[in-house]
T-cell receptor
């Protein structure tokens, strides 16, 4: 159980266009989803926390008007990179959070590689 | 400021036990430490999670001392397929901070 999917797995777009990435929890309902960005040979950096039915909380330095997050249902969150630029090229990974009796776990998607030309 | 640190790289040989330590000085009282494995161009894969003392599952053990300022992931008898980057993730009150990752290379 606890499978998270992302779509697309990779995308190439031209500078100035927008790209939408979907994150789905396939076998459980996730009230909270997280979006991370990972540059080559670097760690994952949390971009924003997305709660179903409410506005996302963005980390310091992440532009909320550039990275639009929507969490309309308990199984789907989307990240839209607006007016993409080459410096936005990165590996974007989502996770879905689930609280257990004595723990809180994040289940990660396979990631989406964005290349902006 | 929440900060999670770990060694950048480690080498090991097949069959050896590998221990990777992570430092998370400011972790809050009720928060967990989680370890993940990541292969290139893939999402992180859950290995183990703990709160205190020792936790063991079928693939690893996690040791957390009483002060909880660090944790050690122990991988018994590693194989070539364990070559990957290992991340610790500390939960600072739903402020999740990944360590820089430890690149483990398992040699034959």
């Amino acid at each position: 159980g606890a499978v998270v999917s992302q779509h697309p797995s990779w995308v190439i777009c031209k500078s100035g266009t927008s790209v939408k990435i979907e994150c789905r929890s396939l076998d459980f309902q996730a009230t909270t989803m997280f979006w991370y960005r990972q540059f080559p040979k670097q760690s994952l950096m949390l971009m924003a926390t997305s709660n179903e039915g409410s506005k996302a909380t963005y980390e310091q330095g992440v532009e909320k008007d550039k990275f639009l997050i929507n969490h309309a249902s308990l199984t789907l969150s989307t990240l839209t990179v607006t007016s993409a630029h080459p410096e936005d090229s990165s590996f974007y990974i989502c996770s879905a959070g689930r609280a257990g009796a004595n723990s809180y776990e994040q289940y990660f998607g396979p990631g989406t590689r964005l290349t902006v030309t | 400021l929440a900060k999670t640190t770990q060694p950048i790289s480690m080498d090991s040989y097949e069959g050896q036990e590998v221990n990777i330590t992570c430092s998370h000085n400011n972790i809050a009282t009720n928060d967990y430490i989680t370890w993940y494995q990541q292969f290139p161009s893939q999402g992180p894969r859950f290995i183990i999670q703990g709160y205190k003392t020792k936790v063991t599952n079928e693939v690893a053990s996690l040791f957390i001392p009483a002060d909880r300022k660090s944790s050690t992931l122990s991988l018994p008898r590693v194989s070539l397929s364990d070559t990957a980057v290992y991340y610790c993730l500390a939960d600072y009150g739903q402020n999740f901070v990944f360590g820089p990752g430890t690149r483990l290379s398992v040699l034959p």
